[in-house]
């Protein structure tokens, strides 16, 4: 009679650590999207005004770039207009990420 429940409990707890480590997965695949995001509207803003933006707020009022900033905060470090601005992406405390 024991048998039975350890393998249901034993199954139950595969599924719950398959979900956590899934969950994980996912929140890391949403940093990585946003981080591509950011990128992509700087080299665009690069390619149609020969500078990268100055300031995250800029990319997001000229090029309509939208971040959630429940789950992400987003580290913009303009180097200089003609270098790639340092981009990091990282999530918010309490989400879960």
Do not use: W
């Not at 429940?5 to 956590?20: E, Y």
């Not at 005004?49 to 090029?63: C, H, I, K, M, N």
């Not at 959630?68 to 309490?94: F, K, R």
Request: proline share 5%; with cysteine.
């Amino acid at each position: 009679m024991a048998l039975p429940v350890l393998a249901v409990a034993v199954v139950l707890l595969f599924f719950s650590t398959a979900l956590d480590e899934l969950g994980s997965g996912q929140a890391q695949e949403q940093l990585k999207q946003v981080e591509e995001a950011v990128r992509r509207s700087s080299v665009a803003c690069y390619a149609a005004e020969g500078v990268y933006p100055p300031s995250l707020e800029a990319l997001q009022e000229r090029f309509g770039l939208q971040i959630d900033e429940t789950h992400c905060t987003v580290h913009y470090v303009a180097i200089a207009q003609n270098l790639m601005p340092d981009i990091t992406v990282v999530p918010v405390q309490g989400t879960g990420s």
